[in-house]
């Protein structure tokens, strides 16, 4: 299976902390993106970091991409209650987008 | 103003039915999916369609036929519906192919009694 692997699958933090979701993926990919998912809604695209980037910021999240080790991270920073959801890293080489299995990611305030 | 809108937000029947669900993008984008999600959250991609022309047809039973008017809409019709059906199956649009930003309506919970 291509399917990209989030960790951890459940993330529980006090509100004010910074949250941290991994994604490692198997193929090589033109870019990855992030996504958050709300109870009962669709998903909301967050941020795109194309292979030849290592970093990218936009306001309190920063992903990075290490494509030597076919994996991507997620910081959410200063973290609110609004910010409970499940969130999925996607890929894409010659595919179509590659969804991830998703952290569910819970700020308690 | 509704980016993308699918209908109905729950549909409730039995096995063996058959039904429709319509999906609508006011983005002008050219490209457009079908995905279902199931009990645990995974995500997976049925089909898409760029400029009413069927791009991705990824192993979906043939009960499933998905139809595109325009490229405003993609819509999904469900024949002799099975227990395994149940699940939410969301809509989704983007520019164009594959590797761009995707917007998703708000899914279709569909429930097989």
């Known amino acids: 299976s291509q399917q990209g692997e989030e960790d951890p699958q459940a993330l529980s933090i006090q509100e004010g902390e910074n949250a941290t979701m991994n994604c490692s993926y198997k193929?090589?990919?033109?870019?990855l993106q992030w996504y958050r998912q709300n109870s009962g809604r669709g998903l909301v695209h967050l941020i795109l970091?194309?292979?030849?980037?290592r970093e990218k910021h936009s306001g309190r999240l920063r992903v990075t991409l290490d494509t030597s080790k076919k994996s991507s991270s997620l910081l959410i920073t200063a973290s609110r209650a609004a910010d409970t959801a499940s969130y999925f890293c996607?890929?894409?080489?010659?595919?179509?987008?590659?969804f991830g299995k998703g952290t569910r990611l819970s700020v308690i305030a | 103003d509704t980016a993308v809108s699918q209908t109905p937000k729950y549909l409730v029947t039995q096995m063996g039915n058959d039904k429709s669900i319509k999906c609508e993008q006011n983005?002008?984008?050219?490209?457009m999916y079908w995905y279902k999600q199931d009990s645990k959250k995974f995500l997976k991609i049925m089909f898409s369609?760029?400029?009413?022309?069927?791009?991705i047809n990824e192993t979906v039973p043939n009960r499933f036929s998905p139809k595109s008017p325009d490229k405003a809409h993609l819509n999904l019709h469900i024949n002799s519906l099975e227990l395994g059906d149940s699940a939410v199956y969301f809509c989704?649009?983007?520019?164009?192919?594959?590797?761009?930003?995707?917007?998703f309506g708000d899914g279709t919970r569909l429930s097989i009694l």
């Open positions: 989704a649009s983007s520019e164009t192919r594959s590797n761009q930003p995707q917007h």
């Open positions: 193929t090589s990919i033109n870019n």
């Open positions: 970091i194309r292979s030849n980037e």
């Open positions: 996607a890929y894409s080489g010659n595919t179509p987008l590659v």
């Open positions: 983005l002008g984008h050219d490209t």
């Open positions: 369609y760029n400029n009413k022309e069927l791009i």
